[in-house]
């Protein structure tokens, strides 16, 4: 018996399988409602004039911030899909480091505009394919807009930092901050492979105590660890520096063994033993040069015992123990020295050299200490963070991490534009006039796509407390005039020429959140169904 496909089509109609057409909508529906859910809750956050959010964890700890990745991050979040917001947002703040909550924002409106075109009868997939040429014309609007800049046109790079801290809630120190964040990326960039800077050459070291105001860029080393010892020497000139990484303490044995001792004798030769041991020690440290000596935190004994440090206070060295295990790179590459595994290694060309090592007072009681004057120091900078409390100054390290971040996107694109919602309202009028020249599904959703970018000037209007309809219509009036660089001004409350105020931002950040943004959303749109695995 031969069965047509037309036969067995009309047998699984009949049996029911393509009956339910609702399910796919709703599921569809579903994620687009939790992921604008996650949008909205951040709206708030965006720009100078942006609300700050308050965030508590399970164990009482507090977080005060309005960075959209900072809240994403912490937020609980069970919806699959909105889920894929949050990884939006963590995507931005890799790839540009500013513009986190922006992504998220224009994401939410997207979606918006395809739940509209979705009830108009539009397949999801020619929905999603014109979102994809919607953002390569947006990009392509956006470079045409921006203006190359060099690195060596310093004010440009201030501007663009200090426009990045407005919106934090150390915006009122931005004036000295932003100066600090270019200065640190200058200084760390390679002159062979300069369109790309590591920030992991940028220490950020946080200390409590003082204000803001009293951050500082050293060249140099920063150790927030006070000098170990009974009476150490505080300040050492022509220092000679080791790293090491072995312990300066006696060796103990094994996990599950005891040594058992039973007479006084045997006591006494185990305590010689030991002195003999670290004095062993200690003589080579002396012989070798050394001065200052910085001793990589052990987990299973003491790095450096109290005799030993008895000895070395006699000899006038300065020892610094507890360095973490994952800055020993980083001193090694400042101070272009190996660290030292052995005590044969211990070796006078195994040493590095800094004209002063010093423990310098900060603001309040703390003290850290400072190495400066490094000979051949490697590329790399220190910036010492400081803070009243430790909510400020935790948000000061996120926002000066987001300005460094701003720099680096500079480094790779050296392009700028402006900001307050001037590349969004030009990137949303130029689409739609393009929108007019195309035909079919595609000139409706263009048009979607063109007003639903108009969401950032919006809620930035909203956001400073101004008539959101008035100032949108007015900026797109004033853009239709042929005025591309007129955006927000929330300090005037106008629509001014965003230029003249300075408010300027790397193109690198706009066209990463208008990509990202549209990849997420054709991501969601596609999705039709949600299947849960067996445990």
Known sequence: MVVTKAAGDRRMAQSGAFKDKSKPRDIRSSNITAAKAVADAIRTSLGPRGMDKMIQAANGDVTITNDGATILKQMNVMHPAAKMLVELSRSQDIEAGDGTTSVVVIAGSLLEAAEKLLSRGIHPSAISDAFQRAATKSVEILTKMSRPIELND?????????????????SQHSSQLAPLAV??????????????VDLKDIKLIC?????????ELVD???????PAGANPPRKVEKAKIGLIQFCISPPKTDMDHNVIVSDYAAMDRVLKEERAY??????????????????????????VSDLALHFLDKIKVMVIKDVEREDIEFISKTLSCRPIASLDHFTPENLASADLVEEASTGGTNKVVKITGIQNMGRTVTVLV???????????ERSLHDALCVIRCLVRQRALIAGGGAPETEVALRLSEHAQTVTGVDSYCFRAYADALEIIPLTLAENAGLNSIATVTELRNRHAQGEQTAGINVRKGAVTNILEEEVVQPLLVSTSAINLATETVRSILKIDDIVNTMQ
């Not at 310093?154 to 150390?170: D, H, I, M, P, Y």
């Not at 200065?183 to 369109?195: E, W």
């Not at 200390?207 to 951050?215: A, K, M, P």
């Not at 140099?220 to 006070?226: A, D, E, H, K």
């Open 154 to 170: 310093r004010e440009s790079l201030v501007q663009s930092a200090s426009t990045s801290l407005n919106s934090k809630v150390v």
């Open 183 to 196: 200065d640190a990326v200058l200084k760390v960039i390679d002159p062979t492979k300069d369109h790309n």
């Open 207 to 215: 200390q409590l105590g003082g204000t803001v105001d009293d951050t």
């Open 220 to 226: 140099g080393l920063v150790f927030t660890q006070r």
């Open 278 to 303: 670290i004095l062993n020690i200690v003589k080579q440290i002396k012989k070798a040069g050394c001065n200052v000596l910085l001793v990589q935190k052990s987990i299973l004994r003491d790095a």
């Open 386 to 396: 400081q803070g009243s409390n430790k909510l400020v100054l935790a948000e000061a």
